[in-house]
């Protein structure tokens, strides 16, 4: 088994201030590995590390929510509107646009909260080994430098579990007999 791990920062914030530190890893298996686990049926054990993407603030959580309100605050208008000047036989272009718009921002605010609540309910992501022969590489969020330190240790702990693993499922043990 191959690992290589790589610390980096990336800028983040409105401002660019605030900088995230990322692990990333990459996992490659050599051919008797590969051999060991097909052979094993290894493919589902796993270990855990922290997620891929840091943690939403507060003002993005209410911002999702925000944007899902004012979307369909447009669709509803822009319906009730388009009906007004429908009736009254006038052009309802523009009261179409804003609810076929309103309908799309209310979407996109959807999907967003979606995504912030799928991070808040897995904290964690599961690396197994079939995930690792598919894609060999993950990345984990870290908060700073020293957390990322402590994210490299949980990740060789990791591979070191699934190496040793591997390691004993390599062979049957024979027959043994004592006494007691």
Excluded at 76 to 98: A, E, K, Q, R, Y
Excluded at 109 to 115: A, D, E, M, P, Q
Excluded at 128 to 145: D, E, R, Y
């Amino acid at each position: 088994m191959r690992v290589s791990i790589e610390h980096n920062e990336q800028t983040s914030g409105m401002t660019g201030a605030r900088k995230d530190t990322y692990v990333t890893c990459s996992v490659l298996f050599t051919e008797e590995e590969k051999a060991i686990i097909k052979e094993r049926d290894l493919y589902q054990r796993a270990f855990d590390v922290g997620a891929a993407t840091k943690l939403d603030s507060a003002v993005s959580f209410v911002g999702s929510g925000v944007i899902r309100v004012v979307g369909v605050v447009m669709a509803i208008g822009g319906f009730i509107v388009g009906m007004v000047v429908g009736l009254g036989h006038g052009d309802s272009t523009l009261p179409t646009t804003i609810m076929f718009v309103g309908i799309g921002v209310a979407i996109w605010g959807w999907l967003r909260g979606r995504k912030q609540d799928k991070r808040i309910e897995n904290p964690e992501q599961e690396i197994s080994i079939k995930k690792l022969l598919n894609n060999p590489k993950f990345t984990v969020h870290a908060g700073s430098p020293a957390a990322a330190k402590g994210v490299e240790a949980q990740i060789r702990d990791g591979l070191q579990g699934l190496k040793h693993l591997i390691t004993e499922s390599a062979e049957l043990r024979e027959k043994q007999v004592f006494d007691l």
